[in-house]
């Protein structure tokens, strides 16, 4: 146990013990690698298959348990996803929204899992009017036709003066239309 190798050797044998089918065997794993793991993405990933099992097991309330309980930021969105499962299967939709919701602010942008959680929360009836990686095109096009802009300006501005010698500006609002020479 006081190697990180033990916690990683809990997660493959859990690994073997679920896939022949010996849930208990596999829980004892994962329990064992959330108390004993010295990385926190070995507890995270144990806590997380443990919560899965929990849940298909409809222990929802331990498995809301795990979910919340502290564990490395990097699978924040995971557990918010998971949690949004879990309180779906509870029957309670606004709580799983909030959390899928909270889930698609954690996840990976360009990820394949955050597509998935995004098809959850719309299937709970709450449309995604524009998504994130949508905002982002919006943002680039803005930037892009704000530069377009400024380089046209500066066309203009240069074009005036090869055609008529001088440089002419736009008049104020209040004022007739000035030309002056260079």
Known sequence: A???????????VAKANYAAGDVKSTKAQLEWAIDNAKETSVHAIASL?????????????????????????????????LKGDVLVAQGKKEEAKTAYENALLKLDADGKYRYLTQQKLEALGLKLHISFRFKQYLVLICMLMLTACAAFNDIKTDLTERVFGREVTDPPEDREFIVTGK
């Open 2 to 12: 006081s190697t990180p190798y033990a916690g990683r050797a809990a997660l493959f």
């Open 49 to 81: 298959q443990l919560a899965n099992i929990l849940a298909d097991e409809k222990n929802y309330d331990a498995a809301l348990k795990l979910l919340e309980a502290k564990h490395d930021a990097g699978f924040d969105g995971l557990f918010l996803d």
